[in-house]
């Protein structure tokens, strides 16, 4: 009975203090904060009333709504988000244009409105007005440093505008404030890959690996990196440790089977092109079925290629136009059966898309040197 007693002292208290500020402020916004605590107080004298049945979930209710949601109001006041603020944000919808008046209206009133500008910047994002959206995120950056989240969105606006110096270095100043944050690096490292800076892309990827080793899709990226940069064999162990999470399971198979099949270790490469192929997407397992035909071709046989490829094809009919540049396959083109198109779900990536083409090419431009390099060889042998 005490405690109830004194939560509705409190309560009557709070609700005093706002109805005093309502007068002070001049502003009706007041009224939906005094209703909800005069709930909560009408809650309370019933609790009184009624006695113990009710005391526990009616304090609980009064506490809530009289008592905590008023002092939580009052510090966001006096860290400079005044109540009117609160309610009108609330109400701002991003695609009216009568919002932004609103919320320029709020910055001259508070001009240091570190919620104000973090709205109005998302306002301009959202209706395509980015060199605006830029000056807004840096505004928000400059009012609160640690608006780590706003730094990314500069970024990536930065970015979307071809300002790519910026971006980066946006990126660099957040990943010195914040070394540890995820979203910051990886963005960073994808932007350094978009841009064909993979040496410094995987600087980026191994930094943040030491704050998120469990991270997967971390080595995943640091796989297509070093795809790039012709570093098979570190590709590989990072492909490795990507495709123990289901969800880059199939994607990273396919590319350990690209790679291995450079290393010319061909039952390894089958054992991963056949683990991709029971995944759910059917443009992985097309493309397993398209370089287990390649294998087959290499290994003199016919009947299994044309197999593979017409599983392909059933999968994906438009891989017939990879199947028609490769030189391996051509002998057999003629044996397989093209069908018509049709609409393919996949979750490959255009970036995994130009890994996926990078490594082939790299197998097709293996091969050819050296078939060139036997052909000259033997041709020599000839001569003498």
């Known amino acids: 009975m005490i405690l109830t007693i004194l939560i509705t002292v409190l309560a009557l208290t709070f609700f005093t203090i706002t109805f005093f500020r309502m007068i002070k402020t001049n502003s009706t916004n007041y009224i939906y904060l005094l209703v909800l605590e005069f709930i909560g107080i009408s809650i309370d004298f019933i609790v009184l009333f009624i006695g113990?049945?009710?005391?526990?979930?009616?304090?609980?209710?009064?506490?809530?709504?009289?008592?905590?949601?008023?002092?939580?109001i009052f510090l966001l006041e006096k860290k400079g988000l005044p109540f009117d603020e609160i309610i009108n944000m609330l109400n701002i919808n991003l695609k009216n244009n009568a919002s932004k008046e609103q919320l320029l209206k709020m910055i001259e009133k508070n001009p240091r409105s570190y919620s104000v500008h973090l709205k109005l910047a998302e306002y301009y994002e959202k209706n395509g007005e980015n060199d605006k959206a830029e000056d807004e995120y840096i505004r928000v950056i400059q009012i609160k440093e640690d608006d780590y989240k706003s730094y990314c969105k500069l970024a990536n606006l930065f970015y979307t505008n071809e300002k790519n110096n910026e971006a980066i270095e946006t990126l660099q100043m957040l990943m010195k404030a914040k070394p540890d944050y995820y979203e910051g690096a990886m963005l960073l490292g994808?932007?350094?890959?978009?841009?064909?800076?993979?040496?410094?892309?995987?600087?980026?990827?191994?930094?943040?690996?030491?704050?998120?080793?469990?991270?997967?899709?971390?080595?995943?990226?640091?796989?297509?990196?070093?795809?790039?940069?012709?570093?098979?064999?570190?590709?590989?162990?990072?492909?490795?440790?990507?495709?123990?999470?289901?969800?880059?399971?199939?994607?990273?198979?396919?590319?350990?089977g690209e790679i291995s099949l450079l290393f010319k270790e061909y039952d390894e490469a089958e054992k991963y092109f056949f683990e991709s192929i029971n995944g759910e997407d059917e443009k992985i397992s097309a493309n397993s079925y398209f370089y287990l035909a390649k294998i087959k071709m290499l290994q003199n046989n016919r009947e299994q290629a044309i197999l593979y490829l017409n599983l392909a094809i059933e999968l994906y009919p438009k891989i017939v136009k990879k199947i028609e540049k490769d030189e391996i396959l051509i002998p057999i083109m003629g044996k397989i059966n093209i069908k018509g198109d049709k609409e393919v779900s996949s979750k490959i990536t255009e970036k995994e898309e130009e890994v996926i083409n990078y490594l082939g090419n790299t197998f097709d431009v293996v091969e050819t040197l050296i078939s060139n390099t036997a052909k000259t060889t033997i041709d020599k042998e000839r001569e003498d």
């Open 190 to 256: 994808n932007i350094l890959y978009e841009k064909n800076k993979f040496k410094e892309a995987i600087l980026v990827y191994n930094d943040i690996l030491k704050y998120k080793p469990s991270e997967f899709d971390i080595y995943y990226c640091l796989g297509m990196t070093y795809t790039r940069l012709n570093d098979f064999t570190n590709a590989k162990e990072c492909y490795k440790k990507a495709a123990t999470v289901n969800s880059l399971k199939d994607i990273s198979n396919l590319t350990l």
């Open 52 to 72: 113990k049945k009710a005391f526990g979930i009616g304090n609980v209710i009064t506490t809530v709504i009289s008592v905590i949601i008023p002092i939580i």
